[in-house]
């Protein structure tokens, strides 16, 4: 049975993804989640950061930090990899 018969968004599972750069394979995989998502009846939230020379980790932490307030927020997937100038393990210890 899909979620989407769920008659409220608050009642619904909700995925965030981040997605940093504009690596092909990524966003392939990124779409897929999307995708899947939909089919199931899930809500899905994404966070291009596509200009990777203007991201910076505080970014990343803050929009993480907003998932982890949002109660339609139940997952969060961070892309990776991330720009060697973004701590992974920060981004991902946020989650």
Known sequence: EKLSTLTSDDSRPGLA????GVRKDSQTYVRM???A???CG???FLQKYEDVDS???EMLLAKIGEWNDDP????ILVQLP???????AKILEAV
């Not at 339609?72 to 997952?75: A, F, L, P, Q, S």
């Open 17 to 20: 993804v981040m997605l940093v």
């Open 33 to 35: 989640k999307q995708k």
């Open 37 to 39: 998502c939909a089919d």
């Open 42 to 44: 899930m809500l899905s």
């Open 55 to 57: 991201v910076t980790e």
């Open 72 to 75: 339609k927020v139940h997952g």
């Open 82 to 88: 991330l720009p060697p100038k973004i701590d992974e």
